[in-house]
DNA sequence: TTGCAATTCAAACACTTGTATGAAACTATC
DNA sequence: GATAGTTTCATACAAGTGTTTGAATTGCAA
């Protein structure tokens, strides 16, 4: 079981330079340096390179969609199996905007790690990301049970906006702190997530304007995959 | 003037292998292969692999931003030096979508082009898009005239949003076409436009929901550049 | 035509990349 | 303590990368 010592070392250093320098700059040779474990250990516990990327990427990714089918759930519960909308929206985008940003996860290597796969996006990663279909399907359908009347292209183009506005400010927070001279506070996570999920009610109601709040937790440390995907 | 074909050649060349294949996949010999031109040529005319990325992206963003600031300045003429926000922010967004989607653009190179640049993000293209503050300002300064008394915070996170939304349509297409297993009509880029100009209003105003339309115009093919920037 | 600069070309350079190999070291079971 | 399976290691491999070189060729002006 010494083995799971040098797969945790080249996991561990793998995150931690791809969050610092990114995908294109790092080079397996970089990784096992910085693991202190051999070369041919990365082929040997994954593969390959995009192997170990596609591991790293799905633990961070499952746990995010872990966190948001249980604030669904949890919302569902409560609202007794029909959560209201902004609820839902609040279920989608908290748990990402969380992971990425505030003080608390600003130095955290997970979240870097996922800021920069959300810039750069590598093949394996892209692949990964392209079968999230069926997870955001689930919200779909609970926005469909939140607002009966409306066109399923409605929910479909909010849901796009609402994924749209906190990627977007993961990715673009450095441009936007500078173009605001520091007058948007990243740092208040809640008042971001607020504002994104009030935005997308007014995309999805057309102009009434709720907003409320509900929980979400913080994404946990790398655990062994059984090869599963996302 | 041979010389100028030669050139021309390379920039053709490369804008559409990268548009295809993106530029993690397209080395220097694909390109001069496609263009039908010496290895040297490349290093010759534009000094290095990333210099001609950077002309390349540096052409069809600074079309891009052109068309943009005309329909500000267009919308700021027809309101007495008072544009309203909508136009204002039909300026902003329907130039970079009405550039990456559409039928008609849809096969163009050109399009492709940007649409992997803002897909991809290599580090000459970041480069080019950091100096986009300044560019972006010129928005915020006529947001501002028209919403006298809104907090500036509130100009920049709806500019900011706005962005979110046209880019990450443009990006992720794909997937949404996927999701909404063609509900979503990608098709009809007046209607994006307009859907996003107007979840930006919205955004803007709190809930209250205007939005018409503005002009628009295409992108020009490359000219010389004369090593300037953004 | 001559001369000179700009351009093209084939070839090589110098280096990095991910991956494979096969022997050595280790670990646990009998 | 011998054996079988796992893990580590140094090293080599094969291919591909952007860039440079220096000699040919071209185009244009005097």
Not at 60 to 78: F, G, Y
Not at 202 to 219: C, F, I, Y
Request: glycine share 6%; net charge positive; charged share 30%.
């Amino acid at each position: 079981m010494s083995s799971d010592r040098t797969r945790s070392a080249i996991l561990a250093a793998a995150e931690k330079l791809y969050a610092d320098r990114g995908f294109g700059d790092v080079t397996l040779r970089d990784i096992v340096a910085e693991a202190n474990v051999n070369l041919a250990a990365v082929n040997y516990h994954f593969g390959s390179k995009d192997e170990l990327i596609a591991e790293l990427f799905v633990t961070r990714s499952l746990a995010t969609n872990r966190e948001r089918l249980n604030a669904l759930k949890l919302a569902e519960e409560k609202g007794g199996g029909r959560a209201p909308i902004d609820a839902i929206l609040h279920a989608l985008v908290g748990p990402t905007l969380r992971g990425c940003l505030g003080p608390d996860r600003e130095g955290s290597t997970a979240a870097r790690f996922m800021i920069r796969a959300s810039i750069e996006s590598v093949p394996p990663i892209r692949r990964i990301k392209n079968r999230e279909v069926d997870h955001l399907r689930k919200f779909i359908a609970a926005m469909r049970r939140a607002m009966p009347g409306r066109d399923d292209a409605d929910l479909y183009w909010g849901l796009h906006f609402a994924l749209a506005m906190s990627h977007h400010t993961i990715r673009e927070k450095e441009r936007l702190a500078r173009l605001s001279e520091g007058q948007c506070d990243l740092n208040d996570v809640d008042a971001i997530v607020d504002r994104v999920v009030s935005v997308s009610v007014m995309a999805l109601t057309g102009g009434e304007a709720p907003a409320r709040k509900a929980p979400s937790k913080v994404a946990a440390p790398h655990g062994r995959l059984t090869r599963q995907d996302l």
